[in-house]
């Protein structure tokens, strides 16, 4: 599925990975490495939109013109604290990055989040910020997070999230339009206590094995 600024990621290996990442019996270290490669691939999709530019280089036989990125540098910014899980993913593949730290958490009763910890790169508004969540519910947290980066003066914003809801799609959209999501599902909805289904259960429980 694609629209405008959403990309649901239909790859067989997303696929694949994702139905062993969703599987309650998938050992913690596993879990760990399976979110690191989907990133990985979902990271590929977000960034096929950076411009690039030609380059003379030499290879070992002759000159060529060769392609490097041009433009604005990135900024990785993760949730904390699962959206940490996701880091190693995209630093494999952008390892000139900056990276920048969102601690939200959860209010179990109203569904609000709560801000904690913030620390981004000075220049965050030079950069092509990628916004790091594993799990897209109702939004709250994820638009919160939007709007700290945009109040320090991030203009170029991309989410990368494992699965989706399409409450939590709306709610981002509707607050910033602006905003690219790309995901590797869009599941089914929330149940009554906001949790994502069919869902994985809860993401930080799952990669650092505190449940």
């Known amino acids: 599925m694609s629209t405008a600024s ?21 050992p913690t270290q596993m ?3 399976l979110v690191n490669e989907l990133t990985l691939l979902l ?20 000159r060529m013109a060769a392609r490097r990125i041009s433009g604005k540098k990135v900024a990785v910014c993760p949730i904390l604290r699962a959206g940490v899980g996701m880091l190693d993913g995209v630093l ?12 939200l958490y959860r209010d179990e009763e109203t569904l609000q989040p709560i801000e904690y ?20 519910a109702t939004g709250n947290s994820t638009a919160a997070a939007v709007v700290t980066v945009k109040e320090a003066g991030a203009t170029s914003i991309r989410l990368i999230a494992l699965i989706a809801t399409p409450e939590g799609i709306t709610r981002i959209h509707a607050e910033h ?12 909805g929330l149940n009554e206590k906001g949790y994502i289904v069919p869902g994985l259960g809860d993401a930080g429980d799952r990669l650092y094995g505190t449940k």
């Open 177 to 188: 339009p602006d905003v690219a999501i790309v995901v590797a599902s869009i599941d089914r």
């Open 92 to 103: 494999s593949l952008i390892p000139g990055a900056r990276v920048g730290f969102i601690g």
């Open 31 to 33: 879990f760990r490495q």
């Open 6 to 26: 959403v990309i649901e990621v239909d790859h067989p290996l997303v696929r694949h990975k994702l139905g062993l990442l969703r599987d309650v019996t998938t």
């Open 117 to 136: 910890y913030v620390k981004l790169p000075n220049d965050i508004a030079d950069r092509d910020v990628l916004l790091l969540d594993p799990m897209l």
């Open 43 to 62: 990271t590929y999709e977000a960034t096929k939109t950076l411009t690039d530019e030609a380059v003379e280089i030499e290879t070992p036989l002759e």
